[in-house]
């Protein structure tokens, strides 16, 4: 105990953890989240994954059970489930087009974010009022 640091060992753990990050400087592990901020952009990414996969087997599945119903009631055996199953993949497709490129469109494909869509929508309105 002659050391002039603190007795405590998970004080001394966490004065060396300091003094090795220093010397690290700006450079991470791989795979450790950043303390100065940066959350981990891995997870960013496999949470983005995980809900494109998501949402494109939902819709095939979806889809494709739709079309399967149909044809039970209908008695159009198989040809609602293939049409409803490739509209299910075009669907899934799309739904992940959008996440990628950052489209998020309202129903209508009109923009939710924009001063000029939300102007447009106003002066729209205020027409109607007069």
């Not at 009631?73 to 159009?76: A, D, E, K, P, R």
């Given at each position: 105990m002659s050391e002039g640091g603190p007795s405590d060992p998970l004080a001394r753990l966490g004065e060396r953890l300091d003094r090795a990050r220093a010397k690290r400087g700006s450079e991470g592990a791989p795979g450790f989240d950043d303390p100065a901020g940066q959350q981990g952009d891995g997870q960013q990414?496999?949470?983005l994954g995980l809900r494109i996969g998501v949402e494109f087997v939902v819709a095939v599945v979806v889809?494709?059970?739709?079309?399967?119903?149909?044809d039970r009631?209908?008695?159009?055996r198989p040809w609602g489930t293939i049409v409803l199953f490739f509209l299910g993949v075009?669907?899934?497709?799309?739904?992940?087009?959008?996440a990628?490129?950052?489209?998020?469109?309202a129903v209508g494909y009109r923009?939710?974010?924009?001063?000029a869509g939300r102007q447009r929508a106003k002066g729209s309105w205020d027409e109607d009022e007069e």
């Open positions: 990414g496999a949470g889809a494709t059970g739709l079309g399967w119903a149909l009631w209908l008695g159009t075009a669907a899934g497709m799309l739904s992940v087009y959008r990628i490129a950052g489209i998020k469109m923009r939710l974010d924009g001063a």
